[in-house]
């Protein structure tokens, strides 16, 4: 039996707007989540020099920890379903979306974080969900991620950083939510 496609993504946009507020709500108002709040800050970064300290590092763990939270969630589905499609196929892309981050880290001569899972874990448990239910809440999810990354491209970045940015948005945007759509 196949599953729907955009029931799980419903859950997760939640999810991602609360962790953009705490990440907000946790950041000085000099920090790079000052952008989100509709009024775009350019970074400023010295792209030779960036460290674990500088704003850059956190927009790139933040979307790392989302892609890596992803990731999880999705292969999480997989152990209580099945190889069940939509989860099979974006579990796989979700892994890209963390190696495209990851070279980004590398890319700058910066560590490449692991995944938090106590800040950004896994929101739900499939055992207690029907397959629509669960592709419902992928659909959220991905909602979430497009906004996230919205948000993030707002404030000017980097042009490599935009460009994976962009390109994991309309991954997202357009491939994601609607195989999770069609498994409802």
């Not at 970045?157 to 609607?178: C, G, I, R, Y």
Request: proline content about 6%; overall charge negative.
């Amino acid at each position: 039996m196949r599953a729907p496609d955009h029931a799980l993504r419903f859950a997760f946009v939640p999810l991602g707007l609360f962790a953009l507020a705490v990440l907000s709500a946790c950041q000085g108002s000099d920090d790079i989540t000052s952008g989100l709040t509709g009024v775009p800050d350019p970074i400023e970064v010295n792209l030779e020099s960036i460290t674990a300290d500088d704003p850059l590092f956190d927009v790139l763990d933040t979307a790392l920890q989302d892609e890596y939270r992803a990731e999880a969630t999705y292969g999480s589905a997989i152990a209580v379903y099945g190889d069940v499609r939509p989860f099979t196929r974006i579990v796989l892309a979700e892994g890209r979306h963390v190696a495209a981050i990851a070279h980004l880290f590398e890319k700058r001569d910066l560590p490449v974080p692991e995944w938090d899972s106590g800040a950004f874990p896994i929101p739900v448990d499939f055992d207690q969900l029907e397959i629509a239910d669960a592709c419902a809440l992928g659909v959220q999810a991905e909602i979430e991620n497009v906004a996230m990354y919205d948000e993030f491209i707002a404030i000017g970045l980097p042009a490599d950083v935009e460009s994976v940015f962009q390109s994991l948005k309309t991954a997202s945007e357009l491939n994601h939510m609607a195989a999770f759509a069609r498994c409802m």
